[in-house]
């Protein structure tokens, strides 16, 4: 890969990160996000954080490739304990793992989240959980994006300080692309009603195996997608 080019789904994300910034990417993987904004001219600073040696290699072999070892600090750290005080960041950006991690992560690192202005999410999975502990700490979500890549569907999710209320159905949907609507929203959903109805239809087969708050549950959702697809 190119340093400046990135996946599709990456170039999404990088989009979300304002000119200026001092970005620590979290699970940086090759470092491919901070080296190729660092080489764009966007950021002024940038931390990659990974926590397996493997990827941490990697990105500290890409970073000296590209000549930004005095620009892009690579650190061998979980989570946010790969952010210092004197890095002074103002966007963070966790792309490829788990929402309930992304959860996880957040949470051990609440301290460090001081003068954060933007968090720039890119959750496989669990983004109604994701979305709950962004508004239950004291976020806002500015913008959404859903795209398909490689048969996957992947949500990007921008938050920044300042509270919000949002239902049920939005932390679900997501408030901005349950407004918004797209295409790919639309077709993303129309295959989730058919997989839910599905699991619907074996839990009720299944006759007292399942809880009944699971079922509960999956009947809510299919109820949700139902209207937001009418």
């Not at 890409?62 to 620009?71: H, Q």
């Not at 999710?157 to 349950?178: C, D, K, N, S």
């Amino acid at each position: 890969m190119n340093e400046q080019t990135l996946s599709r789904r990456l170039e999404r994300v990088a989009a979300q990160v304002p000119q200026g910034a001092r970005l620590a990417d979290i699970g940086s993987d090759h470092g491919y996000l901070p080296v190729a904004l660092m080489l764009r001219g966007v950021l002024d600073a940038a931390v990659a954080g990974e926590v397996a040696q493997t990827p941490f290699a990697s990105a500290q072999r890409n970073v000296r490739r590209n000549g930004l070892e005095g620009r892009v600090s690579v650190r061998l750290a979980n989570g946010l304990a790969a952010v210092e005080a004197e890095d002074r960041i103002t966007v963070i950006s966790i792309c490829g793992m788990g929402g309930d991690t992304m959860c996880e992560i957040l949470e051990a690192g609440k301290q460090r989240l001081a003068g954060v202005t933007r968090l720039v999410l890119q959750p496989n999975g669990a983004e109604r959980e994701l979305r709950q502990w962004l508004v239950g700490n004291g976020y806002r979500i500015v913008s959404e994006e859903l795209l398909r890549e490689n048969r996957f569907d992947y949500e990007i999710i921008v938050a920044e300080p300042g509270g919000a209320a949002y239902t049920a159905e939005q932390l679900y949907f997501g408030p901005v692309l349950v407004q918004e609507k797209s295409e790919a929203f639309l077709v993303k959903w129309r295959r989730m009603l058919r997989q839910k109805q599905q699991t619907l239809a074996n839990f009720e087969r299944a006759r007292g195996a399942v809880p009944q708050a699971k079922i509960d549950d999956f009947r809510q959702q299919v109820g949700w997608i139902t209207e937001v697809l009418a």
